[in-house]
């Protein structure tokens, strides 16, 4: 069965410093690796996704992920945090339904 | 244009009642999932249609969860006899095709489920 990891429950970035998410995954065959944002009191946002081709890939709103197969990697990345970035990010792996890992929330400090 | 729309926002039912949740999928998409998604976690798949079949509900908690789509587009969640431990969000997604596995889930906002 597919399932994703997210090891940080919280994330703690300054304004315009990098950011990263970290996900890794597990699924038999090719992944369909997606991430997801979700603001209080909203439904999830889609971000990006991963299917094949180019390791990295680009989103919306300036975030971009890379898929690193060795080793099962899907880390979320951003080169300049914003406050407005302060939200809980998902990591999910795609076979039929989408399967999603536990969260993690990023606190952007001004 | 539109998005998944969820109905009502906010629902509080007294332990033992029964309550019926209504999602629109976005016009076209043949997909339609239902997840719960409890404070601090991550949603929880309940089931999946495609079109007005449901192909999988291998996530529904109990035989007092139960879901239709009869005509392929708007869904309804039923809890029948609801417990504390049915408080949580009920997120509704549509995709355009569920073959395309690359085709990403649109999440509605959401209906929040409280039992009292």
């Known amino acids: 069965a597919q399932s994703v990891a997210q090891p940080e429950d919280q994330v703690n970035v300054a304004e315009g410093n990098p950011l990263t998410v970290k996900c890794t995954y597990s699924?038999?065959?090719?992944?369909?690796l997606f991430w997801y944002v979700q603001y209080p009191n909203r439904g999830l946002q889609f971000l990006l996704k991963?299917?094949?081709?180019?390791?990295l890939v680009k989103g919306s709103y300036g975030f971009e992920a890379e898929f690193n197969k060795s080793q099962t990697s899907f880390h979320l990345k951003k080169p300049s945090a914003l406050v407005s970035d302060s939200a809980l990010y998902f990591c999910a792996v795609r076979t039929q339904k989408l399967v999603f890992g536990t969260g993690t929330r990023l606190l952007v400090s001004p | 244009g539109a998005g998944v729309s969820q109905s009502p926002r906010y629902k509080v039912a007294k332990r033992g009642q029964d309550v019926a949740l209504r999602c629109d999928p976005i016009?076209?998409?043949?997909?339609l999932f239902w997840y719960q998604q409890a404070l601090g976690q991550g949603p929880e798949f309940l089931t999946y249609?495609?079109?007005?079949?449901?192909?999988?509900k291998s996530g529904l908690p109990s035989d007092r969860f139960f879901a239709e789509r009869p005509e392929g587009s708007v869904s309804t969640l039923k809890i029948q006899r609801t417990q504390q431990e049915d408080s949580a969000v009920y997120l509704c997604a549509s995709s355009l095709d569920s073959q395309v596995k690359g085709s990403p889930l649109h999440f509605g906002n959401g209906t929040r489920l409280t039992v009292t």
């Open positions: 249609f495609q079109n007005e079949a449901q192909l999988d």
């Open positions: 699924v038999s065959g090719n992944p369909y």
């Open positions: 016009s076209g998409h043949v997909s």
């Open positions: 991963y299917i094949t081709g180019d390791n």
